[in-house]
């Protein structure tokens, strides 16, 4: 569905400048004449600019600028905030750097998370909720999900208790932040390398916590993708253990997800307060779909070639109708 209006508030795209899923959301706005103003919050201040008034009953009066757009913020009509990178003030020191990005997230960052009549997928605050690892554990096992055996700890007694009980069992990072190698941005990947034995646990576990969960024996993977009230289920075949350590492996299907997954996923969102999640699931020989995760900023776009799911104009269609879309 392609809406049609004669409304000429921004839709206001947060995110870093290499973003082809963000790319090609924009492009479908652009085809239906819905003005964008895209901008990556780490170039504050270099080439943004920001100025709110608040007072009386009044909400914010102002606007955020780039070099090429102007938004008035009392007139977004959606915001679509995927992966902004983070304030950096490299000409600071280490003491006034740290005083300048603290005035810079809660100055423009929480301008930004406030502005009146305005949808957000999603809202800064509720993702930066649903990224915490045991709060989404929590939340799916609230919503009904099937979850794996999972422990979070920092004592190595009981991740060696945990293993024998679950084995075979894998390490998962609780968090990913950047980690450079020689310059270079490094992943985590899920492998057979990952798999923990007790032998291998030592006293280093103490050192800070640690993600152990039992391996799902799986025959393949299901990536869902919510957008609003629309659903877009996916089987991903590959034969690897991480599906995304070699995307040329893959053979995609889409599929129905099944009423009692939907229900769990309409629950999960919820308690987040999200419009969007990318949740991730092991597909069992029985036909058992076993919650991994939930990403409220998850990539998508990849599959939309090989599936042909209109996941693009759904997104489009959500940001271009602003809260009517809720």
């Not at 960052?109 to 993702?127: A, D, E, Q």
Request: with cysteine; proline share 7%; aromatic share 10%.
């Amino acid at each position: 569905m392609t809406l049609v209006t004669n409304d000429d508030r921004p839709v206001l795209v947060v995110t870093n400048l290499d973003d082809p899923t963000a790319d090609f959301v924009i492009a479908e706005l652009h085809d239906r004449g819905v003005p964008v103003v895209r901008f990556d919050s780490g170039d504050f201040p270099a080439t943004l600019s920001c100025s709110a008034a608040i007072g009386g009953t009044h909400s914010w009066r102002g606007s955020v600028q780039t070099p090429s757009r102007r938004a008035d913020l009392g007139a977004v009509r959606s915001v679509y905030y995927r992966r902004p990178s983070g304030f950096a003030f490299p000409h600071l020191d280490k003491q006034d750097e740290r005083f300048a990005v603290a005035q810079a997230r809660y100055g423009l960052g929480g301008i930004l998370t406030s502005l009146p009549g305005c949808l957000y997928v999603n809202h800064p605050n509720r993702i930066g909720d649903a990224e915490y690892k045991p709060a989404g554990l929590a939340a799916a096992a609230a919503a009904g999900f099937t979850l794996p055996p999972t422990l979070i700890t920092n004592v190595p007694d009981d991740s060696r208790d945990f293993v024998r009980a679950h084995g075979p069992v894998i390490f998962k990072p609780i968090s990913v932040p950047l980690y450079l190698v020689d310059g270079k941005a490094q992943t985590v990947p899920v492998t057979e390398v990952t798999e923990v034995t007790v032998d291998e646990i030592d006293d280093s576990v103490s050192g800070t916590m640690h993600l152990f969960q039992k391996r799902v024996d799986k025959v393949a993977d299901i990536r869902v993708t919510v957008i609003g009230e629309q659903i877009f289920a996916v089987r991903i075949d590959s034969g690897l253990l991480d599906w995304r350590t070699d995307y040329g492996t893959h053979t995609y299907t889409p599929l129905a997800a099944p009423p009692a997954v939907e229900r769990s996923m309409r629950a999960y969102l919820k308690h987040f307060g999200l419009v969007f999640g990318a949740f991730d699931f092991a597909l069992t020989e029985r036909g058992e779909w076993i919650f991994i995760e939930c990403n409220p900023s998850g990539q998508w776009a990849w599959m939309e070639p090989p599936t042909g799911l209109p996941m693009t104009a759904a997104l489009a269609d959500l940001l271009e109708g602003g809260l009517c879309g809720q």
